[in-house]
T-cell receptor, first 109, second 113 residues
Framework: KNEVEQSPQNLTAQEGEFITINCSYSVGISALHWLQQHPGGGIVSLFMLSSGKKKHGRLIATINIQEKHSSLHITASHPRDSAVYICAVRSGSARQLTFGSGTQLTVLP | DADVTQTPRNRITKTGKRIMLECSQTKGHDRMYWYRQDPGLGLRLIYYSFDVKDINKGEISDGYSVSRQAQAKFSLSLESAIPNQTALYFC????????????FGSGTRLTVV
């Protein structure tokens, strides 16, 4: 079974800070997803990547396949970025995702 | 309208009652999923369906059943609800043509008393 570990579990930052959330997994994968869950509970897909780096606005996701590690970066953080960020992976033969337990991010004004 | 709609949004039910959670989508995706989320735990897969005739159990299917009534509709039933089924439930869809990008519903908060 592919285990997915996220760190940190909780992160508090001041507005404007650069934020990094990490995700490590244990077996080879075909894709990694980053999701965002707001306090109301809804989940939004931020990125899906299988190699390299993707950028969308202030969000950047990177993946290192050899090291089995991905990072989600937020530049110039804002209180509206406060949410739970979830990493999920799909291994080659699996028909579904395995999820990490999430990182609770709080950005203070 | 939302791409993936779950009903109800919130539900309180008594132990032993049968309850159905409904999910409908306008994405045209062929794949649909039911997950539950408990505090401190990752999302866990209950059931998934890759088309109307393809239904599969996930890692925590005991106590649950599903019905894929159409490509756009996927319902989750708790035959006899118990308190440890209190959780946040999510429906999601994905599509091979979108390289498995996922779209989630807004969730159903279920409380079994």
């Amino acid at each position: 079974k592919n285990e997915v570990e996220q760190s940190p579990q909780n992160l508090t930052a001041q507005e404007g800070e650069f934020i990094t959330i990490n995700c490590s997994y244990s077996v080879g994968i075909s894709a990694l997803h980053w999701l965002q869950q707001h306090p109301g509970g809804g989940i939004v897909s931020l990125f899906m990547l299988s190699s390299g780096k993707k950028k969308h606005g202030r969000l950047i996701a990177t993946i290192n396949i050899q090291e089995k590690h991905s990072s989600l970066h937020i530049t110039a953080s804002h209180p509206r970025d406060s949410a739970v960020y979830i990493c999920a992976v799909r291994s080659g033969s699996a028909r579904q995702l395995t999820f990490g337990s999430g990182t609770q991010l709080t950005v203070l004004p | 309208d939302a791409d993936v709609t779950q009903t109800p949004r919130n539900r309180i039910t008594k132990t032993g009652k049968r309850i159905m959670l409904e999910c409908s989508q306008t994405k045209g995706h062929d794949r649909m999923y039911w997950y539950r989320q408990d505090p401190g735990l990752g999302l866990r897969l209950i059931y998934y369906s890759f088309d109307v005739k393809d239904i599969n159990k996930g890692e925590i299917s005991d106590g649950y059943s599903v019905s894929r009534q159409a490509q756009a509709k996927f319902s989750l039933s708790l035959e006899s609800a118990i308190p440890n089924q209190t959780a946040l439930y999510f429906c999601a869809t994905s599509d091979f043509s979108n390289n498995y990008g996922y779209t989630f519903g807004s969730g159903t908060r279920l409380t079994v008393v």
